[in-house]
């Protein structure tokens, strides 16, 4: 089965000769038994391995680009599809626990390890990613060398009815599973048209989530902000700051309190929800090359934040 990496008009553009890269992709077995599936984008010579965490709804075929922007700059990309996302098993946009996105993110990151061997080991999470990035890593700093955190999904600020948010906390104790349509438009995610279009034909994204999965990502959003003081992790930390999806007060807030000695804040006017989508990600493709670039080659205990 191979990935839909070309839903996306632009994600043929970079796309590198049979020369120039390898590619893998399968299913591994969560601990719980849920199949769960990778694809593997292999640089010649690479500097670095990264392991992409897709965001809320969608799945790892719509970050052909990203991923191609890192081979090109000789990091080799590993892809997962969250459970119940893309073509990956489990019930749609759905988890009993949290704890499942930790558990499928520690096992897919020991594969990534043993391929990666003494070469530096990067994360790079979007949206809801970001948010199982982060959990992950204030309880295993050391992991991975560092991490992207992108759109961070760390605080909501699309407006949800009060009515539909007490609906998902009752029904999360009652009908845990039961599929509720968001109120998410394509065009909050992104400028470009393009990319807008294909998303709404994209037969793998959802308009979905359940009433568990709600209340168990709002719990992982307290966790994260509350023990920011605890994440000790070299981060870059991005986000458009015309983002109507995720709270850039968030990100923020989780940039000041954590207290890793090489921490980068960078937000770009204007841009929306998904930076790897909108028409000036050439230049967030750059920052994100740029900052793993400083990490995979040498040290660095840089603290900044700028715009």
Not at 28 to 33: P, Q, W
Not at 63 to 69: L, P
Not at 245 to 255: I, Q, T
Not at 287 to 295: A, F, K, N, S, T
Request: proline share 5%; charged share 25%.
């Amino acid at each position: 089965m191979r990935v839909r990496a070309v839903v996306f008009p632009g994600a043929r553009r970079r796309r590198l000769s049979v020369a120039d890269q390898r590619t893998d992709e399968g299913f591994f077995s969560a601990r719980d038994g849920v199949r769960l599936f990778w694809h593997t984008e292999r640089a010649p010579d690479p500097v670095g391995h990264v392991a992409l965490v897709h965001g809320y709804a969608e799945h790892l075929g719509r970050h052909a680009e990203i991923m191609r922007a890192l081979v090109e700059g000789r990091y080799t990309v590993h892809l997962l599809d969250c459970r119940g996302h893309g073509q990956s098993g489990g019930k749609r946009v759905h988890v009993d626990r949290f704890d499942e996105y930790i558990s499928d993110l520690e096992v897919f990151l020991a594969r990534v390890k043993e391929q990666a061997g003494a070469i530096p080991m990067f994360l790079l999470g979007h949206s809801h990613g970001a948010l199982i990035a982060a959990r992950y890593l204030l309880d295993r700093p050391d992991a991975v060398r560092g991490v992207v955190l992108a759109s961070p999904y760390f605080r909501l600020k699309l407006q949800v009815s009060p009515l539909k948010i007490l609906a998902g906390k009752l029904l999360s104790r009652v009908l845990p599973s039961l599929p509720m349509r968001n109120e998410l438009k394509a065009e909050q995610l992104t400028r470009d048209v393009r990319i807008q279009n294909a998303t709404r034909a994209d037969p793998l994204y959802q308009q979905i989530a359940t009433p568990r999965w709600y209340t168990e990502s709002s719990a992982a959003q307290e966790t994260v902000l509350r023990r920011a003081t605890e994440f000790i992790t070299p981060f870059l930390l991005l986000f458009g700051a015309a983002d109507a999806v995720a709270d850039p007060a968030g990100g923020r807030e989780f940039f000041e309190h954590a207290t890793s000695k090489d921490k980068q804040y960078k937000q770009y006017d204007g841009l929306l929800h998904e930076l790897f989508h909108e028409p000036e990600r050439d230049l967030v493709f750059r920052d994100v090359v740029g900052w793993l670039d400083e990490r995979a080659r040498g040290a660095s205990t840089r603290v900044a934040g700028t715009r």
